[in-house]
């Protein structure tokens, strides 16, 4: 299915002021809910292969779907070394209650995983309680900290310090350039310091071979989420990405059925 233009939505005002993109597509029955809202990860977009799928899904299940890129990503302006988690936060809220209409759920995929705890946070603080679960893939809760600041050799660190920036090399594309400004932010927002009360339920999904998220940070994170209403799919052999067919076909969507979007077909399909 080829993608559609999006729809732009300014947030910030002034000089902080910035377009996001967003895909939005309305249920196809408005008593059709929960919607699905896709949080993407660290320097990747909507189009990636998982969102179109979640997607491609949510959409033939009759239900509202929200896809956007943040700031400095895709199709959405502004400048990716500008960006940190506050910031992207911010972007996710707008979205989130500019564009999503009823009940939601959010799923977020690594940095998307914060991101989402981040939402569940703000949205309960605001009295905002259209927010229906979250599905969280390898999530990344507190990297800037734990993954990225913590495991940085000294001649690292003191480069971000100095320079206000780092190349850090990446597997996946060119490097990522990892600013003072995303590390020093990073640490407003933090959340595996204490319990984590989304007020919704949670199912985490982690490959066991991630080498970017390791699965015993996720682990860490099922810890501090008090409620009982939170569940975890382990996959021994999934990578970081989990964007395999397997990974989506029979651990993701599934998922998504488990909040009530969509019906497995008794073939498993």
């Avoid at 799928?53 to 700031?71: L, Q």
Wanted: glycine letters at 12%; one cysteine or more; aromatic letters at 6%.
């Amino acid at each position: 299915m080829s993608e559609r233009d999006p729809q732009f939505i300014t947030v910030g005002a002034g000089n902080a002021a910035r377009e996001i993109a967003v895909r939005h597509d309305a249920a196809a029955d408005p008593a059709k809910t929960p919607g699905v809202l896709w949080l993407s990860g660290f320097k990747s977009d909507m189009v990636g292969s998982k969102a179109v799928a979640i997607a491609e899904w949510v959409r033939a299940s009759g239900h509202a779907m929200t896809r956007f890129d943040y700031s400095g990503h895709g199709e959405s302006g502004g400048a990716f070394e500008e960006g940190t988690i506050s910031r992207w936060l911010e972007e996710t809220i707008a979205v989130f209650e500019t564009v999503c209409d009823g009940p939601t759920v959010a799923v977020g995929s690594s940095m998307g995983g914060w991101l989402a705890l981040l939402l569940a946070r703000a949205l309960k603080s605001r009295g905002n309680g259209n927010l229906a679960g979250l599905i969280l893939i390898a999530p990344a809760a507190d990297f800037t900290e734990e993954l990225m600041w913590k495991g940085f050799p000294e001649e690292v660190r003191n480069e971000l310090m100095r320079t206000g920036r780092y190349e850090r090399p990446s597997e996946y594309d060119e490097p990522y350039v990892i600013t003072r400004g995303l590390i020093e932010d990073g640490r407003n927002n933090l959340l595996m310091g204490g319990s984590i009360e989304p007020g919704c339920p949670v199912h985490i999904l982690q490959g066991m071979q991630d080498a970017d998220v390791p699965w015993t940070h996720a682990m860490e994170l099922v810890a501090r989420l008090p409620s009982d209403d939170v569940s975890v799919t382990l996959v021994k052999d999934g990578d970081h990405r989990l964007s395999r067919p397997q990974d989506i076909d029979l651990r993701l969507i599934p998922a998504l059925v488990e909040f009530g979007i969509g019906v497995m077909r008794p073939d498993g399909a």
